[in-house]
């Protein structure tokens, strides 16, 4: 059975309800990982945990060693990737403390190391991004949210932005012009990456806050704790009901 990778972003540092838990450094040919990986067990499906901003949350996302991180879970053996992260939300339905589950995303970042293939090509690669998330790991996550009885939208476009500093008003203004509902700094190059190594990877985004000028002058980083928290909560009983899922497709 395969194991499924989990990268916790801001407020999720740790799965403290796995068990046979131990960790290991995986050394890869982009460098240092975020973190060194968690392995154990929920359910009796075989996770692996990453910390995606480091177990002391001290690397900034445009920082990440995206290329790292991907490589060392496929390395490790996940073949489904589970990406939590943290958002403000643009959208009125999406209210903080929602679980949303993306299934488009804009990518407003620059500077990142944002592909494997680019030294040393045979030939030129282009990976096809038109979904760039998962559809059947998708579909999994859409009926665990349902069976743990987790209120979560499942269609949300996902706007990636540098960080690490929170966006203006006029930006948010401008996101929501171009469509997005959801608004991060981790979303990408992650995503592509994953794509790229062929692994099936989906976003559980945790509304933490109303994006800038949405409700009133300025964003309360003590509601934002709050409301993660909260969300957290929520994403322990999705976890629990996906990997039952995930034995159910494997059986």
Known sequence: MSALGV???TGLSQLVYLTEVNKRVIKTPYGEPSS???FG?????DVIFMARHGYGHTIPPHK???QANIWALKEAGAANIVAVTTVGSMNQTMAPGHLVLPNQLIDYTW???STYFEDDLE???HIDFTKPYSVGLREQMITAMMEAKVIALNEAVYACTQGPRLETAAEIIKLRRDGCDLVGMTGMPEAALAKELKLDYACCAVVAN???GLDGDEINMNAIEASASEGMLKLRE?????????KKAES
């Open 7 to 9: 990268i916790g972003g």
């Open 36 to 38: 060194a990986l968690t």
């Open 41 to 45: 067990k929920l359910d009796g499906v």
């Open 64 to 66: 990440i060693n995206y």
């Open 111 to 113: 500077g990142r190391c």
């Open 123 to 125: 030939q030129l690669v």
């Open 210 to 212: 109303w994006a800038a």
């Open 238 to 246: 999705f976890l629990k009901a996906l990997v039952k899922q995930i």
